[in-house]
């Protein structure tokens, strides 16, 4: 399944469903309805939710990465050997959608 998530100020933003999900959950709607709506009165306080929860994910990273006493090694650059994609970086489309939709008044739905 997929997340479509629509605004008469942007284009069209296609997630997977885990991903969708996900930020559906830090924004506090319920992922398990088919459809929804993120009024513009509601779209500061899910942009904020959703930049506190990239915090806290780069945060829990950089500390899985970097074990308490050892020093910082080189990484390798062995292909495949980075990272999955974070969480700062996967809001990134979705907040710039709230945002532009914020300005122009129009509420976000699913």
């Avoid at 998530?5 to 398990?32: H, V």
């Avoid at 495949?80 to 809001?91: E, M, T, Y």
Wanted: aromatic residues 4%; glycine residues 6%; without cysteine.
């Amino acid at each position: 399944m997929l997340y479509k998530f629509k605004s008469r100020a942007t284009a069209d933003l296609i997630m997977l469903e885990a991903n969708g999900r996900q930020l559906l959950e830090i924004i506090g709607k319920s992922p398990d309805e088919l459809h929804g709506i993120l009024t513009v009165e509601q779209i500061p306080a899910a942009i904020a939710a959703l930049e506190a929860a990239a915090a806290q994910d780069a945060e829990r990273r950089a500390a899985q990465a970097q074990p308490e006493g050892e020093e910082p090694q080189e990484e390798e650059a062995k292909p495949g050997a980075r990272d999955p994609v974070g969480l700062s970086q996967r809001i990134v489309p979705f907040v710039e959608m709230l945002r532009r939709s914020a300005a122009h008044d129009k509420e976000v739905v699913w």
